[in-house]
């Protein structure tokens, strides 16, 4: 083969120079092999070098004083074929060219991206180590439409953006690039020259599976997982659990600062496992809800201001030590939710803000693009791509690292347009309103495609207003969610609690209230992280009163969560009544669980979930009226409500009385609706719990005497900021 001929340099000299200066759209189109038999084509850039060689011995000639080098003319080599070249000090170095090989994302792949139906867009999109016709390498791929070039980089080309600039998919937007020689380990970014501004900006890759650990900002080549599962057993049962007649109780974690090793820094994924499971076990929760994992930049952030929305944080270890912490939840009989943040993202320069230099993740309107309370900006619904994203990333975490569910938050920021925009102009929808209506369809299309791909799996919603039926099927004009947090309830619940009790009586409705409303959605009771930080003070800590009053009101408090109709969530430190509040920056005050009434609120919540999972009346009928039923909600003079907990109209049920004085009430009488023995199955001021031991000495017996419309009454010993639980016996 020969130097190209001046015609040839003539007919190229624009892709040449674009190329030089870094603006060509597709490179493919000129570098590499083109052509046939006796007019072939070869072109090669490559920064620094003297001397280049195609295959065996093809000499390729430097352009004029460019870094490309090229030869034409008869030529049998085969691509895909190697390069091998000298820089200036006779350094030699060999690779097979990148732009020998055909394109791999196939056209279906880019069609389902684009319509926004992809779940799986991860597969493709991002760095996938691979074999392409014998050679090991790794694919790269980026969604950035409004690019005029992109450049995979890192340490293998020096961060240097001119040596492997990216094939253009056309109007799908995707650039695809198979850099052969590479593997898993490897650093990069993309760079990105921007096609309005020409601006070039360096950005982390959103689909990267793996990410350095902050400060640092590069994406990692993530490796093939290689931990087997063992979980098939646990899969099987949740896909035919009735989650809705099931006992439901969520132990929510932090997990950088639940513990933390002896030097201060985190446990790894596995560290953590070895301690949190037996102890969230023996404590018989079902699940355990971890705080945000998808790697974050800022620690005060707990998660929430994601960067890599399918990388489980370096933070705690690679993933498969994920994998392997789930892997083990699963083996010990506990479920594994995950925190999921597809309301906005943070504005760092590495990430998804004005990724190609455009609003491309964001809205382009400001009125719509930014959350003025949080400083970040709202995913673009409207994009069909978008939606492909966030839908793959909720399919990820369930699909690779086996999550038995996700809890949306923050779902109120995305389904009002004036969310946060107090008095400030915002962009409405197109029938004038303020619901965002394309965050409703994509949130109906997330909980669709998990409930239909993951049976068993469940979706719960972190929504704080009175939209209406969040988890009520879409078919009949709801959401989709499985489940809802219940902010009312919890916001009216500890409003009341902080009520030093000669006062309570005036608020008695904040505790009754509840009902009205209790059945309009599948709801949790939360006690969740967001109480107990930015000195809103520990659970503990807001109860009134002298020491042993605030013990006394904290395990009131939870057997209030644990028997009023709703699944359960307590945030980690709640179940040992920590006295400070939640403190990211180190772990947990677990000195305090040697003291005596720090250890009986724990005994205690091991005791009511044990008779929470036990008894069928606490759980089986949460979300139904019939399986709730007041005997006494009016008498706010005392304080004082009892309700019964049942499974149908018929069957005897539980009874709950509780006190929110620190009074004792002997003699207080209570209708029953069944004559006969009744025990006493939990007491909260046992002393074992901490408590006074006032009671009802382990059984009570009804009396023919009428009260609250029942002809059969109790006359109950209620302990002073107490709660009793009594079973009917035969």
């Not at 014998?134 to 980089?153: D, K, L, T």
Request: hydrophobic share 40%; proline share 6%; net charge negative.
């Amino acid at each position: 083969m020969q130097a190209w001929r001046p015609e040839t340099r003539a007919r190229f000299a624009e892709d040449l120079r674009r190329i030089a200066e870094g603006r060509h759209h597709d490179p493919h189109a000129v570098l590499g092999r083109h052509g046939a038999d006796d007019d072939v084509r070869l072109l090669a850039r490559i920064p620094g070098a003297s001397r280049v060689v195609a295959g065996e011995r093809i000499e390729l000639h430097r352009l004029d004083d460019s870094d490309c080098f090229g030869a034409e003319g008869r030529c049998d080599l085969v691509c895909p074929y190697t390069l091998r070249w000298w820089d200036g000090h006779g350094n030699s170095f060999s690779q097979f060219d990148p732009y020998s090989f055909p394109p791999l994302i196939t056209d279906d792949d880019l069609w389902l991206f684009g319509a926004g139906r992809h779940q799986d867009a991860w597969r493709f999109l991002g760095a996938h180590v691979r074999e392409v016709q014998g050679v090991s390498g790794v694919q790269f791929a980026v969604w950035a439409p409004n690019a005029e070039r992109v450049s995979v980089v890192g340490p293998f080309c020096l961060w240097d953006g001119r040596r492997y600039p990216m094939r253009s998919r056309g109007v799908s937007g995707v650039w695809e690039l198979f850099v052969p020689g590479l593997a898993a380990g490897e650093l990069y970014k993309f760079e990105i020259r921007s096609r309005p501004s020409g601006a070039i900006h360096l950005r982390s890759d959103p689909y990267a599976r793996a990410a350095e650990l902050r400060p640092a900002t590069a994406s990692i080549v993530a490796a093939a997982a290689c931990r087997p599962w063992t979980d098939a057993a646990w899969l099987e049962r949740r896909r035919a659990l009735d989650w809705l007649h099931a006992p439901f109780s969520i132990y929510e974690i932090h997990l950088g600062s639940w513990r933390r090793r002896a030097d201060g820094g985190f446990r790894s994924y596995v560290e953590i496992a070895d301690e949190l499971i037996p102890y969230v076990r023996d404590l018989g929760f079902t699940h355990l809800e971890l705080l945000p994992i998808a790697e974050h930049p800022l620690d005060d952030s707990w998660g929430y201001q994601v960067t890599g929305q399918f990388a489980p944080t370096a933070r705690y270890g690679p993933p498969d030590g994920l994998r392997e912490f789930v892997d083990r939840c699963h083996a010990a009989g506990l479920g594994v939710l995950l925190d999921w943040v597809p309301g906005h993202f943070p504005r760092d320069a590495h990430g998804l803000a004005q990724f190609d230099g455009t609003a491309l993740y964001e809205y382009p309107d400001p009125r719509k693009a930014a959350h003025a309370d949080w400083g970040t900006l709202v995913f673009n619904y409207e994009r069909h791509e978008v939606r492909s994203f966030l839908i793959s990333s909720a399919c990820y975490w369930l699909e690779e690292f086996h999550f038995d569910g996700l809890r949306v938050d923050a779902v109120a920021s995305m389904l009002y347009l004036d969310y946060g925009r107090q008095g400030q102009d915002f962009a409405r929808n197109r029938y004038g309103g303020h619901q965002n209506l394309e965050a409703i369809d994509f949130l109906r299309e997330l909980n669709a495609v998990v409930h239909a791909r993951f049976p068993g799996a469940v979706v719960i919603a972190e929504e704080s207003t009175d939209w209406p039926m969040v988890s009520r099927p879409a078919h009949d004009g709801g959401l989709g969610f499985s489940m809802k947090w219940n902010m009312g309830w919890m916001h009216d619940t500890l409003a009341y609690l902080r009520e030093d009790p000669v006062h309570r009586a005036y608020h008695h409705e904040r505790l009754t209230f509840g009902m009205m409303y209790a059945y309009s959605e599948n709801f949790v009771l939360p006690l969740s992280h967001d109480e107990v930080v930015h000195l809103k003070r520990s659970l503990l800590a807001k109860m009134p009163g002298d020491r042993w009053q605030q013990f006394a009101n904290l395990r009131l408090l939870l057997a209030w969560q644990w028997t009023f109709p709703g699944k359960k969530l307590l945030f980690m430190g709640g179940e040992f009544g920590q006295d400070r509040e939640w403190d990211f920056r180190g772990e947990l005050c677990w000195q305090q669980l040697g003291a005596d009434d720090h250890a009986g609120v724990h005994r205690l919540v091991g005791d009511l979930n044990r008779l929470y999972r036990a008894d069928p009346r606490l759980h089986e009928r949460d979300f139904e009226p019939a399986g709730f039923r007041w005997l006494s909600c009016d008498d706010r003079w005392n304080s004082v409500l009892v309700f019964e907990r049942r499974r149908t109209p018929t069957e005897p049920g539980l009874i709950v009385a509780l006190n929110f004085t620190p009074v004792p009430r002997y003699g207080h009488r209570v209708g029953v609706p069944q004559a006969g023995v009744y025990h006493e199955c939990l007491n909260t001021d046992a002393r074992c719990y901490g408590g006074s031991n006032v009671g009802n000495l382990g059984v009570v017996e009804s009396r023919a005497e009428p009260a609250s419309g029942f002809a059969e009454s109790l006359d109950l010993t209620l302990p002073p900021l107490g709660a009793v639980i009594l079973a009917p016996g035969r």
